[in-house]
């Protein structure tokens, strides 16, 4: 078990220390469940009224916090509390999953497959013809890549993935469990004699680098051309994306939302979890999408949406506020 004292952790978060205490730090908690080996973290101030009940043994806090650390325990003042509690997070993060061997030998790989030097492939990874895996790649088992693909260096791909035929991943992206890229967009033309007729989807996906794919997450290959996620984008668990969507570079969007075809999102979009976005939708630069909504119109640069349809934020919020003053005002 790992286990820091405060100078150590105060040193590592370029810190300032309040308090005494000789005990060690052997893992997180939060401040209403946490241990006396434990750290926990303060960020709000409306939070500082749990910490004379804690038991931890320190918390990391603001830099302007007035809490007294009380006997026997300390307060490591940080910049940005949030930011530190990743840097802790990493202090106490377990070993990674071991690999006997860094191919097992029950994967799969065709021979005409480039594997760079020290990539691990688990056991039972199907990866294809004419593939390349680029150096320090990492895939776990039952991953199946399929013909064609790239991988590049320092990516991560949990187990149960499916990368379809000719899809381009950048650099240390990490994609989790059962996600599947570049599935068929779902496309049908109707047809007088043989109902619905399915449309070729003969594009692909290209994901950029630094991009995390969370599980469950599908992402359409394109009718022609790419599907293209940007480079430090971040997708929660069952997310949506379909054929042809464009997604700039540092976009979020939280869980259960989804994408139709052809949406483009600018640098910098944030989409709220449970949002649906229309096909051919435009949303600009850093605009929002709160939880919940649905988009069926362009969004402007900068702009918040709010709501089903979604409006601009203080709209929809008007209109909220009306209703809830009706409701409490019924007319006799």
């Known amino acids: 078990m790992k286990k820091f ?22 893992s997180a908690g939060s401040p209403e ?12 101030k ?17 830099k302007n916090s007035v809490l007294d650390p009380g006997p026997g325990r300390a307060l490591i003042k940080v910049d940005s509390v949030e930011l530190a509690m990743c840097r802790v997070l990493e202090l106490f993060r377990p070993a990674a999953v071991r690999f006997e061997n ?15 030097d020290q990539t691990k492939i688990g056991a039972g990874v199907y990866v294809g013809a004419g593939c390349k895996l680029e150096h320090n790649v990492t895939i776990y088992p039952n991953v199946t890549v399929l013909d064609g693909c790239f991988i590049g260096s320092g990516t991560v791909i949990w187990p149960g993935t499916v990368i379809r035929e000719n899809c381009r991943i950048g ?16 496309g049908f033309v109707k047809c007088p004699v043989e109902g619905l007729v399915k449309v070729p989807h003969i ?42 969507c464009i997604v700039g570079e540092h976009c979020i969007i939280a869980g259960n939302s989804g994408l139709a075809g052809s949406v483009k999102l600018g640098r910098g979009v944030v989409i709220g979890g ?24 362009d969004v402007s640069p900068g ?5 089903y349809p979604a409006l601009k934020a203080a709209v929809t919020l008007k209109h909220w506020a009306s209703i809830k003053e009706k409701k409490s005002n019924p007319i006799v």
């Open 274 to 297: 449970g949002s649906s976005i229309k096909d051919h939708v435009t949303l600009g630069d850093g605009a929002t999408v709160g939880g919940g909504s649905g988009v069926i119109s």
């Open 203 to 244: 594009g692909n996906v290209v994901i950029g680098d630094d991009v995390e794919i969370g599980a469950g997450v599908c992402i359409d290959r394109a009718k022609f051309a790419s599907t293209v996620i940007g480079n430090g984008c971040k997708i929660d668990n069952l997310v949506q994306i379909g054929h042809n």
């Open 303 to 307: 702009d918040t949406v709010l709501g």
């Open 171 to 186: 650099l240390r992206t990490i994609i989790h469990s059962n996600a599947v890229i570049g599935a068929d967009g779902f």
């Open 5 to 26: 004292s405060v100078h150590e952790i105060c040193t590592h978060l370029h810190g300032i220390t309040d308090g005494k205490t000789s005990a060690r730090v052997s």
């Open 46 to 62: 409306k939070f500082e009224r749990l910490w004379p009940k804690s038991k931890a043994l320190v918390a990391v806090v603001d």
């Open 33 to 44: 469940t946490a241990q006396p080996h434990q750290i926990t973290f303060i960020g709000n």
């Open 102 to 116: 860094n191919i097992h030998h029950s994967a799969v790989i065709h021979k005409s497959a480039e594997i760079g």
